[in-house]
């Protein structure tokens, strides 16, 4: 079965930083597109960042220069190192998985940033 579980959430002050994970199985990871989104409530899910089988990587123009997109392939697992962390960026953040066109995703990791 297909499986990705997102940790590394948690209560940090703005300014402060956070580095997610995401741990799958189940998956050809080498062969994956990941991507990392976040979702409040009332608000579509956005994608953060992403980074490609091949190594390119792309993020969301609001995060540009604080996140960092990595994958580790002995270990299957992706990151989402966060820095300057702003209160408007509390969410939940969800891990995904892609491979001509099919989507997985993980349950999602709560960020709350206080002020």
């Known amino acids: 079965q297909v499986q990705l579980v997102e940790s590394g959430g948690g209560l940090v002050k703005a300014g402060g930083s956070l580095r997610l994970s995401c741990a799958t199985s189940?998956?050809?990871?080498?062969?994956?597109?990941m991507g990392w989104y976040r979702q409040t409530p009332g608000k579509q899910r956005e994608l953060v960042a992403a980074i490609t089988s091949g190594g390119s990587r792309n993020y969301a123009e609001s995060v540009m220069g604080r996140f960092t997109i990595s994958s580790d392939n002995a270990k299957n697992t992706v990151y989402l190192q966060m820095n300057s962390l702003k209160p408007g960026e509390a969410a939940v953040y969800y891990c995904?998985?892609?491979?001509?066109?099919?989507?997985?995703w993980g349950q999602g990791t709560q960020v709350t940033v206080s002020s």
């Open positions: 995904n998985s892609n491979s001509v066109g099919r989507d997985y």
């Open positions: 189940g998956i050809i990871f080498r062969l994956n597109a």
